[in-house]
């Protein structure tokens, strides 16, 4: 395990590299993607349709989307890594594992600066200096183990199955709509008289409780509800487990597969 | 029972390629075609291969394509999974089946000899070591700090060879890799090997080029269609491969212009010292070349040619003879009481035509003559002999001196 950190470290650089090579803004325009989007939807709800009457609401959205695109970025990135990489898998052997675990570690690092400029935004704009800022670093680990699982597994699939990014691709755009962004579950006006439906989209969709959690900690600077914890920690867990357990399962052909 | 440091071991090992279900599938075909279909085809890569390599040998995989030699490597690697049996090396394994498979691009020469190490499970500290004598080796001077994209291949190739030799594996395995690069820098590879045999490590190398192979091992391993065909020394293993070869590969094949030419070579042998037909020969050996010579017409005067030619197509060899006249058909020959050729392919080739007709275009049949490889010298021509050294004109022998 550890003879291989060195090896996962060079691996993330080169992930890195390539990802920011002749970009001139490089590591910025990842950030500026989840601004573009804050400053779109703000316009098209707050001030065109009116229906978020949620107060700050650039900042509610900025940092339910930056939550967002680290894992949909995460998983895009990751599904087509190995097949991308086949020439490695091919001829020499290491643990197979630090491919997609290194372009997930690399979302993970654009998300954590992101998290790093919003921070202070908001607790200066939000005042939400609590102590439930604390739980903060938990829930990101546990959003990191989630999407961790989650791209080891679309990798590894992907791999066998070559239609799974299109597939993921596909899905990642109605699912981000029923993922509460633009508002709080509770706030939409459509649940009020079903409740069954604001159940499914609250527990229903496993990343709605990592933005209502990140949210709850940032925006509104109280500690997420203890369902809500045990729900990420499950899930981050779970998925972790389930997603080393199938890559596991299905790399052993994969020099023969790719 | 696990393989001392420095050892391969290959038991009973199997490994059959499903040539259809290995490419990977899509969902729909996942879902409208459950299960395998039965008419797909298998390769049997390896079929109950046992093998063992004890360390500080040296070891040439050969055979032709597809005979399993790169599965062989890729299932000692651990890269591709056996069937069934057991493959296993003893010790760290370093592995050079692709040369810069996994180089960043945008990594400089350096860096990549850090991800390189780290690949082949190397830490920090040992490729630190290491760098120097690797950036040395490499001979790349000062691009060893640029990016490797603007590398050209025989860089790409010194980088890669340098990094893979100089991480003390006790186990090798090499892919076809000594083929490529210059002259100097392939001698250079050859004595790094040497030097770490010396060391103890275990090379198992795969090469189509049989001085490769003789250079570096003393024991050859034959595959054919997943099994082993030959294990031995080295001389009479690449003889066993090129007679492997010869076979495969047709006696003769004609290679006429066109139709309309009266005068024709209906056959063609080389044959041994014994008479039997055969495509493979030692250097000094016999070799009887008979060709049949037909006409459809009358001809008077016929000029019958033998042209040897090496694989670049060169002419190392030409003669020609009067015939006479020929009605129907009439047996030639030519016979060598010696061989002068060095180990290589070679093609003889051989025609006949009317004194007086224009020349050109004549050469009717060819025959694929294999020479099977020998120490002592290297070329085409077969001028093997004797040194001897002796003092030096004007030398005073030392125990005179005082």
Redesign the interface.
């Known amino acids: 395990m550890f003879q291989y950190r060195f090896l996962f470290e060079q691996m993330v650089r080169r992930e890195l590299r390539q990802k920011y090579k002749g970009s001139a803004l490089g590591v910025l325009w990842y950030l500026v993607n989840p601004l573009v989007l804050m400053g779109a939807y703000a316009l098209v709800f707050s001030v065109l349709l009116r229906v978020a009457d949620v107060p700050d609401y650039p900042l509610f959205l900025l940092i339910g989307l930056i939550v967002w695109v680290f894992f949909s970025q995460a998983l895009l990135a990751a599904a087509p890594s190995l097949v991308t990489n086949a020439s490695l898998v091919r001829k020499v052997r290491f643990p197979r594992e630090a491919i997609p675990a290194s372009v997930a570690t690399v979302q993970l690092v654009t998300f954590l600066v992101m998290l790093v400029l919003v921070t202070p935004v908001a607790l200066a704009v939000r005042g939400t200096l609590d102590p439930a800022l604390a739980l903060l670093p938990l829930i990101v680990a546990l959003l990191f183990c989630f999407v961790l699982g989650l791209s080891l597994a679309v990798a590894v699939l992907h791999a066998h199955y070559r239609d799974v990014e299109p597939v993921l691709a596909a899905a990642l755009l109605p699912w981000f709509f029923v993922t509460p962004i633009f508002l709080r579950v509770e706030d939409l006006p459509g649940v009020d008289s079903r409740a069954w439906l604001g159940d499914l989209l609250q527990w229903g969709n496993p990343i709605a409780p990592f933005v209502d959690a990140v949210r709850d900690v940032l925006y509104a600077g109280v500690a997420p509800s203890a369902g809500h914890m045990a729900y990420v920690a499950v899930a981050g867990l779970l998925a972790l487990g389930g997603g080393v357990l199938l890559f596991r399962r299905m790399e052993r052909d994969l020099a023969v597969t790719l | 029972m696990s393989a001392a440091p420095g050892e391969v071991v290959l038991e009973k090992a199997s490994r059959r ?1 499903h040539v259809r279900r ?7 075909e ?1 879902v409208v075609r459950r299960g395998r279909g039965a008419g797909e085809a298998t390769v049997d890569a390896l079929r109950d291969v046992s093998l063992r390599v004890e360390p500080g040998e040296a070891v040439g995989l050969v055979g032709r394509n597809g005979a399993g030699k790169s599965s062989t490597l ?1 299932c000692l ?5 056996l069937d069934s049996g057991r493959a296993e090396c003893g010790g760290r ?1 370093v ?1 050079l ?2 040369l810069g ?2 180089f ?4 400089s020469g350096r ?1 990549n000899i ?2 390189n190490g ?7 500290e040992e490729i630190e070591a290491r760098v120097e004598d690797i950036v040395a080796f490499s001979e790349l001077g000062e691009f060893i700090d640029l990016p490797v994209k603007v590398y050209s291949s025989g860089m790409f190739l010194r980088l890669g060879f340098s990094i893979a030799a100089h991480l003390d594996a006790h186990v090798m395995l090499i892919d076809e890799i000594l083929a490529v690069g210059d002259e100097s820098f392939q001698r250079k590879c050859l004595a790094r090997i040497s030097e770490r045999m010396e060391a103890g490590a275990t090379m198992v190398l795969v090469s189509h080029d049989p001085s490769a192979i003789e250079r570096v091992c003393r024991r050859v391993v034959v595959l054919d269609a997943g099994q082993v065909a030959f294990d031995g020394p080295v001389a009479e293993g690449l003889l066993a491969y090129h007679r492997l070869l010869g076979v495969s590969e047709g006696a003769t094949r004609s290679v006429r212009p066109g139709a309309g030419a009266t005068l024709e070579v209906a056959e063609l042998e080389l044959l041994g010292a014994d008479g039997t037909p055969r495509g493979v020969f030692r250097p000094g050996e016999a070799l009887r070349v008979r060709m049949v010579l037909g006409s459809r017409g009358p001809a008077e005067r016929v000029v019958a040619a033998l042209e040897v030619r090496d694989q670049r197509g060169e002419t190392c060899f030409r003669t020609d003879a009067a015939v006479g006249a020929v009605h129907g058909t009439v047996e030639a020959s030519f016979a060598m009481e010696r061989l002068a050729l060095l180990g290589g392919d070679y093609d003889v080739a051989v025609g006949a035509a009317e004194q007086d007709a224009p020349a050109g275009a004549w050469l009717d049949r060819v025959a694929r003559l294999t020479v099977a490889p020998v120490s002592g010298g290297e070329g085409v021509a077969d001028l093997r002999g004797a040194w001897s050294v002796g003092e030096p004109a004007g030398a005073v022998p030392v125990g005179r001196r005082a």
């Open positions: 390629f290995d490419r990977s599938r899509t969902l729909k996942l890729a690697a651990g890269i591709v999974p394994v592995t089946l692709e498979a996994g960043g691009e945008d990594f860096e850090y991800l780290a690949l082949h499970g190397f830490g920090r």
